[in-house]
């Protein structure tokens, strides 16, 4: 059974600096992509940074447009946890962040949301100004 459980939101401050952490279960993250996703209130769900399967093979990180320059995405092989580090917090960067996987592929692209086939729960950050 594949499970992703998100961890690590809350309520901060504009300026301020966040950590989100991504526990998957079931799947090894050395064939698995994951990514992290977000959803604002109104708005539809909407990518922000993917991590291959294939990082140990050359293979590289991807990042919305929206989310180059303040988020980082990694992970821990051996814990299976994947972080998203997230800078110089915005209030709209407010929203329920979910991780999510799909088996890994070096052809599809790493950011489209529609091909991920498990989902976690998501957490909440709320940024005030």
């Known amino acids: 059974q594949v499970l992703l459980v998100e961890s690590g939101g809350g309520l901060v401050q504009a300026g301020d600096s966040l950590r989100l952490s991504c526990a998957v279960s079931?799947?090894?993250?050395?064939?698995?992509?994951v990514g992290w996703f977000r959803q604002a209130p109104g708005k539809e769900r909407a990518s922000v940074a993917a991590?291959?399967?294939?990082?140990?093979?050359?293979?590289?990180?991807s990042y919305a447009d929206a989310a180059k320059g303040r988020f980082t995405i990694s992970r821990d092989i051996t814990k299976k946890m994947v972080y998203l580090q997230i800078d110089s917090l915005k209030p709209e960067d407010t929203a329920v962040y979910f991780c999510?996987?799909?088996?890994?592929?070096?052809?599809?692209?790493?950011?489209?949301?529609?091909?991920?086939?498990?989902w976690g729960q998501g957490t909440q950050v709320t940024v005030s100004s």
């Open positions: 991590i291959p399967y294939s990082l140990r093979e050359g293979g590289s990180p």
């Open positions: 999510a996987s799909r088996y890994g592929s070096r052809r599809r692209d790493l950011l489209d949301l529609k091909d991920y086939n498990y």
């Open positions: 079931g799947v090894s993250l050395e064939t698995y992509d």
